[in-house]
């Protein structure tokens, strides 16, 4: 069945057997004990979920955050409503317990999020990745269209390798409008800046560890499990261990936004950055995914929670 709808989702197996440990059989009563597979999973919707098995089985218990939601089936393909429907962003786990014939059973756990049908095209504006107490670490994203920013994810690599990430909540955005992401301290500040009738929403990461400092990436998912919608890619560009990327973890983030077509060419050159002189896009919201569209600002030229202004580092 092809879902209408995949969202991001853990899968927990509570009970089975070691993957790669093949068939098992039992010689004396000569049944089938493996257990059932799931062959695609996810949101049909934001109030059913739906399961394909790898055989016949018969739910026998369905639970949304602990509560058990009323469903009584046989079959291979499912659609299980969850008894009320998700909101966007919203995160719940979703249980599900199956019993095949032969009375091997499966049960499964799933981290689900609410899809947001209107999420606008956004883009990574601005980086500070040297911070200090007094200017710390921080990401603006740039919404170029209106829609509603629950369940955009922002991490620092990809969605297997990042330290951190950062899930937006529901907030209604119009075109122009930005989010500042205060990625590991405190926003000591207001939670809006309003300027020339554009608004920038700030929130707090919660990161336990700063930025890469200067060899990294950003990775702007749609949504958790998603597609990726923006990229950026900063190196000094003096480590040959790892192609010039500084550390792996830069490394295979590069190679995902090239694969996916999000990133072309060099990376940013960090080396310049400090504190006072940060990452920032080419005013106007430029976008050809290359470092092209990004610039090292002038010492204090930064201007986080406002539209960007092309003060370029002059120096050497």
């Not at 979920?49 to 009323?70: H, M, W």
């Not at 969850?82 to 032969?102: K, P, Y």
């Not at 499966?106 to 999420?119: C, E, Q, T, W």
Request: net charge negative; glycine share 12%; hydrophobic share 35%.
């Amino acid at each position: 069945m092809k879902l209408l709808f995949l969202i991001s989702i853990i899968l927990i197996v509570l009970s089975g057997c070691p993957v790669g440990m093949g068939r098992a059989y039992d010689a004396f009563q000569g049944q089938d004990r493996t257990l059932p597979k799931i062959l695609s999973y996810g949101l049909e919707d934001n109030s059913t979920f739906a399961i394909v098995y790898d055989r016949v089985v018969y739910i026998a218990e369905a639970e949304l955050d602990g509560k058990p939601v009323s469903y009584d089936a046989e079959g291979t393909i499912f659609s299980i409503p969850l008894g009320r429907t998700l909101g966007r962003g919203e995160r719940c786990t979703f249980s599900v317990t199956a019993e095949d014939t032969l009375g091997n059973t499966l049960r499964s756990s799933f981290i689900a999020v609410g899809k947001n049908p209107d999420v606008p095209l956004t883009l990574i504006n601005e980086i500070s990745i040297q911070g200090t107490g007094d200017a710390p670490d921080r990401v603006e994203l740039l919404f170029m269209e209106d829609g509603n920013a629950a369940g955009l994810m922002l991490s620092d690599g990809t969605a297997e390798g990042a330290r951190h990430s950062v899930v937006l909540p529901d907030i209604d955005v119009e075109s122009g409008d930005m989010v500042l992401i205060y990625w590991d301290k405190e926003n000591k500040g207001s939670e809006t800046i309003t300027d020339k009738g554009y608004t920038a929403y700030v929130i707090e990461g919660g990161s336990e560890t700063t930025l890469s400092g200067t060899n990294g990436a950003l990775i702007l998912y749609k949504e958790e499990g998603g597609s990726i919608m923006d990229g950026i890619v900063y190196t000094t560009g003096d480590d040959p261990d790892s192609d010039g990327y500084g550390n792996e973890r830069t490394r295979e983030a590069a190679l995902l936004l090239l694969k996916e077509g999000e990133w072309g060419g060099e990376s940013v050159d960090s080396s310049l950055v400090t504190s006072s002189r940060v990452i920032a896009r080419m005013p106007g919201g430029w976008d050809t995914n290359t470092a092209d569209d990004f610039f090292i600002t002038a010492p204090r030229k930064s201007t986080f929670g406002y539209h960007n202004e092309y003060h370029p580092y002059e120096g050497s």
